[in-house]
């Protein structure tokens, strides 16, 4: 058993570590928000940490300039008065115009590296290739996070900028402090406490926003529910306002709990803390008044140092509060840094192998491989064991109840998601083996969830092939395909109407129409290889499914040359019989497959869900 002496070398090593650990991402932090800075404004950068700096030093030397003046008038140097004089209001003048031109740098520099880092960060979220991030609870609470303070990195390098100025002033000050007297170059020494306060500070916070991350998401969610269009129906027909707004005051009382302990905690920290500078800072008049009595100091001296310690305490301040400012600063630029260094990772498990060409057409298919596949942070298994060819050149049907693995297996064959175990390969190609983004390129897809752009008409249709947006007759010949080719017609400004009620003039389409958009992005897409249609007509009618699954599956088999598959999935059974193969998948395994007349005559499954939902409909 190890004695208690060496549990606590151990404790202590690995605090050491931990330390070490946490100070090393502070600086790797601090690096790359000073490197991407920079790269956005590079002359405003080099201004920043040279203009302020330069004040808060020139400020400093006004307590030299007030030694040299009372040294001067006790001596009646009249000469060495007039040239004192004048450096004290020569650095005066010089520290409010360095001031002056800082707050001005300060401001621009905030504005437009907010911006430009701002930009950096949604491209980095969009640019990520999985959607694992947004699925996952805990890296969801910290996009989270990273939405509720991106907002503060334009202002991280100006804190940082005032910290060093401080530490500046600080410097000089002690300098001039030792001048004197040795021991009053300890005087700023006492600054050490606050900071360690806040450091602590700041390590509390820290952990209290992950605690609390969850929480905070739920209230917010919760609050959102409260005033977002699509949930007021619901919200009023039920009359669960005030189940809304408990629980949202649940989840906000939650946080406020936890907050409020380690505020109490941090107001006995700083009184502790500034109640030491105080009296030290007396300690120290005490002394240089000590030494101008016996003779060791002058006048000079006793203003010099009143001068600096009267604004020591306010450097000590900000000393403190560009620690504290510059750890909460780079918290927040943590997280950006986190966010950037998850997405190089990420996206590296999606770049594939470089020398694997990206097939132009499929000669035999896809073949799915005992396909696996559990979420991140669960252990259920949605998909088991999965082995299916979809056939170049097919019209594929996927169907199963609801949980039975359908829309996870697209987003394995779109790599959205990586399988688990096992492998999905394009003829003799691992897919694993070719990048993410590349292979989306040879694919198209309408999903139930589709998302309703704002955007004008044609941006709505061709946002999916931006090469498209000035191309009307391919734009009207995809909304055509979706059954909409009335569409443009039945707007204002035809393809350039703007849609949705959120901006002035804008035009709210009904759910069939957004979903005939959705499809119409979908066949936008030019001559995909593979084409997904995930429930994209849930909003409409039986015949119009069918209508439209007719028009995409034709389209799939005059292209047969090229090996194209499309992909469909739907509820309705009488839609998909036209399918050359059906899938029937049944919680996460492959249960059979073939065409509608082998599965009816085989009578498992499939047949019973068919001929359920036939009798429902008669």
Sequence with gaps: ????????????????????????????????????????????TVLGLVIAPLGMGVQALNGLALKFLADAL????????????????????????????????????????????????????VGIRGIAPFEHPETADKLQQLESSHGYLGGTFNVFARFLSSLVQVGVS??????????????????????????????????LEDRTAAQTRLARSLFNLSVEAPS?????????????????????????????VVTAQQY???FAAYATVYLALGAGLALVAHETIAGRATVGDVLM????????????????????????????????????DYAQEHNAAFAGDPTVLLPERLAEGIRLENVGFVYPGTDDEVLRDVTVDLPAGSVVALVGDNGAGKTTLIKLLARLHDATTGTIHLDDVDLVDLDAA????????????????????????????????????????????ANAAELPADMPDGLDTQLGRDWEGGVELSEGQWQKL???????????????????????????????????????????????ITLLVSHRFSTVRMADLIVVLDDGVVRESGTHEELMASGDLYAELYTTQADAYR
């Design 1 to 44: 058993m190890a004695s208690t002496s060496e549990s606590v070398h151990r404790m202590s090593d690995g605090q050491r570590a931990r330390s070490g650990s946490e100070q090393a991402r502070l600086w790797a932090t601090l690096r790359l928000l000073l490197r991407r800075t920079y790269r956005a404004v590079p002359r405003l």
């Design 74 to 125: 006790v001596v009646g140097n009249l000469g060495q008065v007039g040239w004192s004089a004048a450096g004290l209001f020569g650095l005066t003048g010089l520290s409010w115009v360095v001031g002056w031109g800082g707050a001005r740098v300060r401001l621009s520099l905030q504005e437009r590296a907010g911006a430009a880092l701002s930009a950096h960060l949604a491209e980095v979220v």
């Design 174 to 207: 002690i300098v001039l402090l030792a001048s004197v007297h040795p021991l009053l170059m300890t005087l700023p020494a006492m600054a050490a406490l606050p900071i360690l306060s806040a450091r602590s500070d700041e390590r509390a916070k820290r952990r």
């Design 232 to 260: 007021a129906k619901e919200l009023r027909t039920f009359e669960v306002r005030d189940e809304l707004a408990r629980r949202e005051d649940v989840a906000r009382e939650e946080v406020h709990r936890q907050s409020a």
């Design 268 to 270: 006995v920290r700083y």
């Design 305 to 340: 140092v009143a001068s600096l310690i009267t604004g020591l305490f306010g450097q000590v301040q900000g000393v403190v509060g560009g620690t504290s400012g510059t750890l909460q600063a780079l918290r927040y630029a943590d997280r950006y840094r986190w966010v950037v």
């Design 438 to 481: 590349a292979w989306r390129t040879t694919l198209s897809a309408g999903f139930q969830d589709f998302v309703k752009w704002q955007l004008l008409m044609r941006e709505a249709v061709g946002i999916s092939d931006v090469s498209s947006l000035t191309d009307d007759d391919k734009l009207h010949h995809a909304l055509s395909m």
């Design 518 to 564: 959705a499809l119409a992005r979908a066949a936008n897409r030019s001559q995909p290889l593979l084409l997904i249609l995930d429930e994209p007509t849930a909003s409409l009618d039986a015949d119009t499914e069918h209508e439209l699954f007719e028009v995409f599956a034709q389209a799939t088999r005059t292209r047969r040359p090229d090996g194209a």
